[in-house]
Nanobody, 115 residues
């Protein structure tokens, strides 16, 4: 089993920055993809950014240029640096890990951006 624990959410004003962290523990297959998804009230969960264990990244169009995903494979931790935050970035942000062993989700962390 794999456990994902997110941290770093909070309330900020538009234009400010936040950094989310997600630490994975348990039986982690070395070849995997870790990433961030978000879900705003009344909307479906959507991809924000993902990063493979080989270092390949992908960022969704709404966040490209403002958000940056990174990971420390030695610590099984993935980060999301969020700059120039906008009110429309307000959502619960979920950490995700996928491998041939399965797919796992964190409990989510709230990010609220006020205008």
């Amino acid at each position: 089993q794999v456990q994902l624990v997110e941290s770093g959410g909070g309330l900020v004003q538009a234009g400010e920055s936040l950094r989310l962290s997600c630490a994975a523990s348990g039986s982690i297959f070395s070849i995997n993809t870790m990433g961030w998804y978000r879900q705003a009230p009344g909307k479906q969960r959507e991809l924000v950014a993902v990063m493979t264990s080989k270092g390949t990244t992908s960022h969704a169009d709404p966040v490209r240029g403002r958000f940056t995903i990174s990971r420390d494979s030695a610590k099984n931790t993935v980060y999301l640096q969020m700059n120039s935050l906008k009110p429309e970035d307000t959502a619960v942000y979920y950490c995700n890990l996928r491998s041939i062993m399965g797919e796992y989700w964190g409990q989510g962390t709230q990010v609220t951006v006020s205008s």
